[in-house]
T-cell receptor, first 109, second 113 residues
């Protein structure tokens, strides 16, 4: 079967670093996506990993280990505007996205 | 450039009524998708279309139908709404059905009473 898991909620301090983990199980894999979703808004694309390793994009980085079925999103120099839900999703063998329930990130001053 | 738009923004509907949610994109994307998002659950795919003229069923298609008469429009119809269809509905599009990012519309909040 297929499943994907990420923590429900995390809290971090403004200016700090936070790592949001995502684990998945699937027989067919075509990449791992991270999206950001502010409350009441649509998800917006953050990153896509298809090969193992770290992809860095400004304050945000995403890591993938296909052998471990594991990814993380690293957010540096946290800002209050980073308070949002972060959605992890893998693309299965049919090129459909299977989504985690999202991690709500709360940033405190 | 509008990107992807949805209508209505929100709707309250009596059970048993028919409802069509509209979705239009101006990016000339081949693939389009309908998801529902419920509290505590991940986005779940209802129906998708890889190109104009074709549609497919996602994870939760029962009670919903779609059509893709042209590249830009991908309406979702609830033939006879039930309370369990209360949800936030997102339309999305991507250039193709491969490993491309999906762009999301603003969503429609639907309440079925």
């Amino acid at each position: 079967g297929q499943n994907i898991d990420q923590p429900t909620e995390m809290t971090a301090t403004e200016g700090a670093i936070v790592q949001i983990n995502c684990t998945y199980q699937t027989s067919g894999f075509n990449g791992l996506f991270w999206y950001q979703q502010h409350a009441g808004e649509a998800p917006t694309f953050l990153s896509y990993n298809v090969l193992d390793g770290l992809e860095e994009k400004g304050r945000f980085s995403s890591f993938l280990s296909r052998s471990k079925g594991y990814s993380y999103l690293l957010l540096k120099e946290l800002q209050m505007k980073d308070s949002a839900s972060y959605l992890c999703a893998f693309m299965d063998s049919n090129y459909q996205l299977i989504w985690g329930a999202g991690t709500k990130l709360i940033i405190k001053p | 450039i509008a990107g992807i738009t949805q209508a209505p923004t929100s709707q309250i509907l009596a059970a048993g009524r028919r409802m069509t949610l509209r979705c239009t994109q101006d990016m000339r994307h081949n693939a389009m998708y309908w998801y529902r998002q419920d509290l505590g659950l991940g986005l779940r795919l209802i129906h998708y279309s890889n190109t104009a003229g074709t549609t497919g069923k996602g994870e939760v298609p029962d009670g919903y139908s779609v059509s893709r008469a042209n590249t830009d429009d991908f309406p979702l119809t609830l033939a006879s709404a039930v309370p369990s269809q209360t949800s936030v509905y997102f339309c999305a599009s991507s250039e193709n059905d491969g490993g491309n990012e999906q762009f999301f519309g603003p969503g429609t909040r639907l309440t079925v009473l």
